[in-house]
């Protein structure tokens, strides 16, 4: 995406990737992390505030930053980086609420133009289905990976 991003440090296999978000309420540290699923190459997206005393990732946490779009934008820097490094790789993501699914779906829909010109992003339907991604229609998660 061709928006202001935050910089972030990963690590050698690229599934961990860190950076800071810096607005309103000062500076807040964020995670991103890539966990190979129980089905081989299906990995989940997940993403939010780092608690660095427990080294766990709160992804219920309301920043409140005033930096939602940068923040989102680095997000999906880390697909980019992440998928180039794991090519045959499937991302899952889902938000940990209702709301920030749908915050998510209106990212992709925003910006669908671009992703769909690097890659292939489904939606899960309720019936349980994976369906290529329509604007307009509501979703469960959402599954990415790169175009061949």
């Known amino acids: 995406m061709n928006r202001p991003k935050y ?14 978000s810096e607005g309103r309420n000062g500076r807040v540290p964020k995670m991103v ?3 190979e699923t129980a089905t081989a190459g299906v990995f989940n997206l997940a993403f939010g505030d780092y608690n660095e005393v427990t080294k766990t ?16 934008a680095t997000v999906a820097s880390t697909v980019y980086a992440f ?7 499937y991302i899952v993501a889902t938000g940990s609420t209702n709301i920030r699914t749908r915050l998510y779906r209106m990212g992709i829909t925003n910006n669908l ?12 339907t309720e019936n349980g289905t994976w369906d290529e991604f329509e604007v307009g229609e509501d979703y469960e998660a959402f599954l990415i990976t790169k175009k061949s």
């Open 7 to 20: 910089l972030y440090k990963t690590e050698a296999e690229f599934t961990i990737y860190e950076f800071v």
């Open 33 to 35: 992390e890539y966990t």
């Open 57 to 72: 990732i709160n992804d219920l946490s309301v920043t409140n930053n005033g930096d939602s779009l940068k923040v989102l």
């Open 83 to 89: 998928l180039d490094k794991h090519p045959n790789a």
């Open 113 to 124: 133009a671009e992703i769909t010109e690097d890659f292939l992003i489904y939606g899960l």
